[in-house]
Structure formats: structure tokens, C-alpha cells
T-cell receptor
Framework: NAGVTQTPKFQVLKTGQSMTLQCAQD?????MYWYRQDPGMGLRLIYY???????DKGEVPNGYNVSRLNKREFSLRLESAAPSQTSVYFC????????????FGAGTRLSVL | DQQVKQNSPSLSVQEGRISILNCDYT??????FLWYKKYPAEGPTFLIS?????DKNEDGRFTVFLNKSAKHLSLHIVPSQPGDSAVYFC???????????FGTGTRLTIIP
């Protein structure tokens, strides 16, 4: 009964390096989300996917790309990491968009030096 | 433009007393509201929700109140327990919209 699983849990990058954050859910949910959490800012939506094969921008999409690989998996890619992308990243899923509870993973703590 | 605001970054309450966490919103289109609880190094977990057609929802020690005219939401925890020490986020959504808008969070500390 894993729920939403994120890998890795921690990562340190140098400016300009790339990496992919992985997320998988086993609840057969249609919708998946990527958020970032910064001090004093709450959680801000980066990208979301309403269903397999669709993705849309959220509030802060610049510098990120996403792939909805299948119904279970939704990855977030940083092509050229910047110090401003130092944050804690959370993946979430829900049965459908809006009005329904979102379930979160444990997060990935990313530092960009 | 912060559409969901939690104006108290932190709150300390004695064990056994009532904890009241507040949240204000500016978007009158919001029609579903949620509270999430977050422990350090963990993801947020759903606590309780309320639809705009109601003004109160209760689940055990947790009660959420909604005042639509004031665009104000509050979470009451009675009685407060040490395990309630966490960061609490309120969130809001619009039916048919794609996203959940979160507040900045309130850190609740329960003093034994």
C-alpha cells in the first residue's frame, strides 16, 4: 500500500546539470501533479496531468518539463538546473481534477549549488 | 497575488486546549476547501474538507468552519494533543478547475 512514491529523496546538483524526478502512484488515479514548496510560499503547482497523455502548466512551470509516461508515472525534468530551483518537490495524485482529495508523496529535497 | 492566505505563520497551544487555525481567501469562485497536515520530511496528508454548500464539517477532534460572506475558513482542534504539532495548510479549488491553491501554512506547536 505505497500510495505515491517519489525518487530520489535527496539530490544535490551543480548549476547547469540536468536531472529527472520520478513519481509513481498505485491508486489508479487519473490526475497527477508536481508542486514545489519554498519557505513562506506554501505549495505552488508546477505542472499537472489530467490523464495519461495530457499535461498542462501550473503556476510556476518555467525551467521544468514533465512526462506522463503511463497512468502510474509522472516525471519532472530539470534540463539546466539553477539555484532558484532549490526547493522541496512534491508529487501528488487524485481521482480527478479539482474538488477531490490529492494524495502526496514524501517529497524530494533538491539543492542546486 | 495570494488567493489563499494564512496570516499566522505559527501558533502555540497548551495540550488539552483548543487550537484554532485561520485561513482567508479572495476568490469567490472557490467552492471546495481542504486542510492538510504536514510533518517534517513527509508529504502533506489530507485532514478534513468542506464544500461551499456547507458551513461546518466535523471529523472527530477536527472541525472546519466556513464563512462564505467573510471568505474565511477555520480549523478547530479539540482537545489538542502533542501529535497535532505540525504545519497546517489550507487549500481551495474551483469545480472544474485544474488546480488546488494552497496557503502558506501555519506551524502549530502543542505544549505538553
Amino acid at each position: 500500500n505505497a500510495g505515491v512514491t517519489q525518487t530520489p529523496k535527496f539530490q544535490v546538483l551543480k548549476t547547469g546539470q540536468s536531472m529527472t524526478l520520478q513519481c509513481a502512484q498505485d491508486m489508479n488515479h487519473n490526475s497527477m501533479y508536481w508542486y514545489r514548496q519554498d519557505p513562506g510560499m506554501g505549495l505552488r503547482l508546477i505542472y499537472y496531468s489530467a490523464s495519461e497523455g495530457t499535461t498542462d502548466k501550473g503556476e510556476v512551470p518555467n525551467g521544468y518539463n514533465v512526462s506522463r509516461l503511463n497512468k502510474r508515472e509522472f516525471s519532472l525534468r530539470l534540463e539546466s538546473a539553477a539555484p532558484s530551483q532549490t526547493s522541496v518537490y512534491f508529487c501528488a495524485s487524485s481521482e480527478r481534477l479539482a474538488g477531490i482529495i490529492q494524495y502526496f508523496g514524501a517529497g524530494t529535497r533538491l539543492s542546486v549549488l | 497575488d495570494q488567493q489563499v492566505k494564512q496570516n499566522s505563520p505559527s501558533l502555540s497551544v497548551q495540550e488539552g486546549r483548543i487550537s484554532i487555525l485561520n485561513c482567508d481567501y479572495t476568490n469567490s469562485m472557490f467552492d471546495y476547501f481542504l486542510w492538510y497536515k504536514k510533518y517534517p520530511a513527509e508529504g502533506p496528508t489530507f485532514l478534513i474538507s468542506i464544500s461551499s454548500i456547507k458551513d461546518k464539517n466535523e471529523d472527530g477532534r477536527f472541525t472546519v468552519f466556513l464563512n462564505k460572506s467573510a471568505k474565511h475558513l477555520s480549523l478547530h482542534i479539540v482537545p489538542s494533543q502533542p501529535g497535532d504539532s505540525a504545519v497546517y495548510f489550507c487549500a481551495a479549488s474551483v469545480e472544474g478547475n485544474e488546480k488546488l491553491t494552497f496557503g502558506t501554512g501555519t506551524r502549530l506547536t502543542i505544549i505538553p
